[in-house]
C-alpha cells in the first residue's frame, strides 16, 4: 500500500490557517521516530561538557533554525522530508522571538500542517544555553 498523510480537521472549524492539524492519518509506509535535537551537535558528549555548547547563538529564531537543521539531518538518513512528518513537539525555554521562530518553521514545513505541540519549559536537559528542542514522528516510504 503506498504512503498518504491526511491532515484531519473538524468540520466547523475557522478557515483561519494554523500550522498544525487536529489529527494525521497515516496508511503505508514505514513509522520514523525522532530524537530531541536542539542547536547544539547531536554527537556531544556525555556527561555534558559545557564547552561544548559556546558557540549557541542567544536568540531563540537562530537555535530554532539550528534545531530544524538537525532534525533535517535526521530526516535525509531516512530519505524522509518534514512533509512525511505526522507528529512534531516544539519545547522552549523563552517565548521571546516566538512570532519570528513560526515564521522559520513555515520555512521548514511549507503548509504541511503537522499534529504538534508547542510547550514552554524551565529547561531543557542539555545545557542551560539551549533555548529549544524539537522531536518528531514521520512516515516514509
Known amino acids: 500500500m503506498p504512503k ?3 491532515c484531519v480537521d473538524w468540520p466547523d ?3 483561519v490557517w494554523t500550522p498544525y492539524s487536529m489529527a494525521i492519518k497515516a496508511s503505508g509506509g514505514t513509522t520514523v521516530y525522532f530524537a530531541g535535537v536542539t542547536a547544539a551537535p547531536p554527537y556531544h558528549h556525555h556527561p555534558h561538557r559545557p564547552e561544548e555548547f559556546d558557540t549557541l547563538p542567544g536568540d531563540l529564531p537562530t537555535q530554532t533554525r539550528m534545531a530544524l537543521e538537525n532534525l533535517k539531518k535526521s530526516l535525509d538518513a531516512v530519505d524522509g522530508t518534514f512533509q512525511d512528518i505526522v ?15 513560526g515564521g522559520i518553521r513555515k520555512e521548514y514545513f ?5 499534529a504538534s505541540t508547542t510547550l514552554q519549559v524551565v529547561r531543557l536537559a542539555t545545557d542551560p544555553r539551549c ?5 518528531a514522528i514521520a512516515v516514509v516510504d
Request: charged letters at 30%.
Open 131 to 135: 533555548l529549544v528542542e524539537v522531536n
Open 110 to 114: 511549507g503548509e504541511h500542517r503537522p
Open 4 to 6: 498518504q498523510i491526511e
Open 87 to 101: 507528529f512534531f513537539q516544539f519545547f522552549s525555554t523563552t517565548m521571546e522571538g516566538a512570532e519570528e521562530a
Open 13 to 15: 472549524r475557522l478557515d
